[in-house]
Every structure is written in structure tokens, then in C-alpha cells.
């Protein structure tokens, strides 16, 4: 009597429920189909956006690239940067005059360091491998070894991303004391 009044209660909630109405059936279906729809739809609009970002941000490296290959390309401008530095150093600090071919020598290095610095954040979003990675830090390890180079980052401390100058920052600290 039990297992019948289970079968008949069972029976009922169905029909009070509609559950076998082919209706609500495709009522439920719409439903989910439409909620995995704007799902879709929200996550792609995310993906979209960050994409964008990312694109503006590549442009303004890119004009900071082109702006640096003004430096190199015209010795006019070479004074520029050196002026710059001078006027981040600290007070009673001084900067050396430099000739203008060296000045090309360091404009070419900021525009280096420049590209070093987007390389490394590359790859610290991933976006490159740890081989690849590995060849461009064995050419930043070269290149640390120039003076103009060190120059470059000790004036322009605060003005590139800090994972990256903390990165040099530790080459040239190793290199101090080898």
C-alpha cells in the first residue's frame, strides 16, 4: 500500500508540474539554450575588450619606438634625452656633457632598453616562450655590458615598467660583483 500511494502521489506531482507537458519541456530548453547564449556572448565581449586594450597599448609602444628612432636617425635631437635625465637626477648629482656621437651611441641604447623592456613583458604575460625569452635575455646580458647602456638605466629609473628595470637592475648587480 505504501509503494501504491508513492506511485499515485508521483503521478500527481507530474500533472500538477506539467513535467510531461511538451511544452515546458521546450520552454526549459529555450531557456538554457538563451542563458549559454549571453554567456557566450558576455565572455566573447571580455576577450574582445581586453583585445582592444592591448592594441592601443601596442600602438603607443609602437609611436615610442618611432619616436626613439628620431633620436638615433637625427643627431639634432640627441641632446633631448641627456636634458631629460638631467632633470630626474637628484639634486647634487650631475650628468658629463657628452659629444653628439656618443649621444647617438645612448639614444641607441634607450631605444634598446625601450624594446628589451616590451620583450620582457611578453613574456611575463606569456605571450613568448622561455626559449625565446632565454635568447633575448642573453642579448640584454650582452648589452648590459655597455656603459651608455648602464647610463640609459640608471637616469631613466622610474620611467620603464619596474618588473623590468628590477630585472636589469639585477644583471648589472651580478655583473658588479663577478
Not at 506511485?7 to 500538477?16: D, F, I, W
Not at 511544452?23 to 531557456?31: D, P, R
Not at 538554457?32 to 581586453?50: A, D, G, K, P
Not at 640627441?78 to 635625465?85: D, F, G, Q
Request: net charge neutral.
Amino acid at each position: 500500500m505504501v509503494v501504491l500511494n508513492s506511485v499515485n502521489m508521483a503521478e500527481s506531482c507530474s500533472t500538477l508540474f506539467g513535467i510531461s507537458d511538451p511544452v515546458v519541456w521546450s520552454t526549459i530548453a529555450q531557456t538554457i539554450v538563451l542563458t549559454l547564449t549571453l554567456v557566450i556572448f558576455i565572455l566573447s565581449f571580455r576577450s574582445q575588450n581586453q583585445a582592444t586594450k592591448e592594441a592601443a597599448y601596442q600602438k603607443a609602444l609602437d609611436d615610442y619606438t618611432d619616436t626613439m628612432k628620431m633620436l638615433v636617425e637625427n643627431p639634432q635631437l640627441s641632446k633631448l634625452p641627456l636634458e631629460m635625465a638631467r632633470a630626474n637626477q637628484p639634486i647634487g648629482t650631475e650628468l658629463q656633457a657628452q659629444p653628439p656621437e656618443n649621444m647617438v651611441v645612448r639614444n641607441y641604447m634607450l631605444l634598446l632598453y625601450g624594446i628589451f623592456e616590451r620583450i620582457h613583458l611578453l613574456y611575463r604575460k606569456k605571450w613568448i616562450d622561455s626559449d625565446t625569452w632565454n635568447q633575448w635575455g642573453l642579448f640584454l646580458q650582452a648589452v648590459t655590458r655597455h656603459p651608455a647602456f648602464r647610463d640609459v638605466h640608471r637616469t631613466s629609473e622610474g620611467m620603464f615598467d619596474k618588473p623590468f628595470q628590477d630585472y636589469v637592475s639585477n644583471i648589472l648587480s651580478r655583473k658588479r660583483s663577478e
